[in-house]
Every structure is written in C-alpha cells, then in structure tokens.
C-alpha cells in the first residue's frame, strides 16, 4: 500500500508500439499515473479523453500522464485509435504494479463480488515522491483537480 511521502515504487510496464515505460527513468520531472478498471467502458473512456484533451496542460508542466489498468497492449491499442487518445497507456496483464500502488481491491456490483481495479490517481513529484494520491476518482472535474494540484507543487 502506499502513502503520501514515500517513494513512489518503481515498475517497467509494457505500452502498446513495443515499448516499455519505466518509471524511475522519468525522475526529474512530475508524473500522474492513473489506474483505470478497463478500456472502451463508460467512465474509462472519459477519464481517457479528459486527460488527452488537457494533454498539452501537462506538458506545459513537463508531467507525464499514465494511464495503467489490466488490458493488453493489444486492447490499449485499439482504444488509443478509436477513441484518438494521447495518453500513454500501459499493460499490467499480471496486476503487479496495481497490487503494489494498492489499488487491487476486492469489488461488488450487482450483489457479486470480483476482484479489480479501484480508480486511483498518484501525482509523482520530480524527485519520485508520492506527493498525491486521488482514491476512488470520480471522473467528472478530476483532471481539473490533479492540474490544479500539480500546478501547486
């Protein structure tokens, strides 16, 4: 589990072209990684779309945005084209980094309990210190939130 104030544990997660992103190597600059349930869902798709539209707001603030949930390259990469997103979207198939953020949780819908992914947003500061963490996001004026928040830092 994490908390604000530790360092922000490091991970190397997959993202759809080929690559792979490593966290510590963007030290030096703030991070927002949000954890999302699944791509091409209601609220999945406009928390995507919110942080691609204010893409160049974070840039303008050299952050880098991440988008983290359970789907494969593969389906990132289909929801990246049909939905013309911009964000960085990554791969964690075996839920690693996801059990280690603390956002694999055990859920209930509809009287049925399933383990997945709590919408989580983590702002990294430059130096890789947990400067922020948004528990069970509400999609609606989020983005506004954390551009807020990092402007502050």
């Not at 999945?44 to 840039?59: H, K, N, P, S, V």
């Not at 509400?138 to 830092?153: I, N, P, Q």
Request: glycine residues 8%; contains cysteine; neutral net charge.
């Amino acid at each position: 589990m994490i908390t604000q104030g530790i360092s922000a544990p490091d991970f190397t997660l997959p993202q759809d072209g080929g690559s792979d992103v490593t966290l510590s190597a963007l030290k030096g600059n703030p991070v927002i990684v949000y954890f999302y349930p699944k791509d091409n869902t209601p609220g999945c798709t406009t928390e995507a779309l919110d942080f691609t539209a204010r893409q160049q707001e974070f840039a303008d603030l050299n952050c880098t945005v991440l988008g983290v949930s359970k789907d494969s390259v593969k389906k990132h990469a289909n929801f990246r084209t049909k939905h013309a997103l911009s964000v960085t979207l990554l791969s964690d198939a075996d839920s690693d980094v996801c059990e280690r953020y603390g956002v694999w949780k055990e859920k209930k819908m509809y009287g049925k309990t399933f383990w997945g992914i709590e919408r989580t947003t983590v702002l990294i500061d430059a130096d890789g210190t947990i400067a922020r963490i948004w528990p069970k996001v509400k999609v609606k004026g989020h983005v506004d939130d954390v551009l807020t928040t990092l402007r502050d830092l």
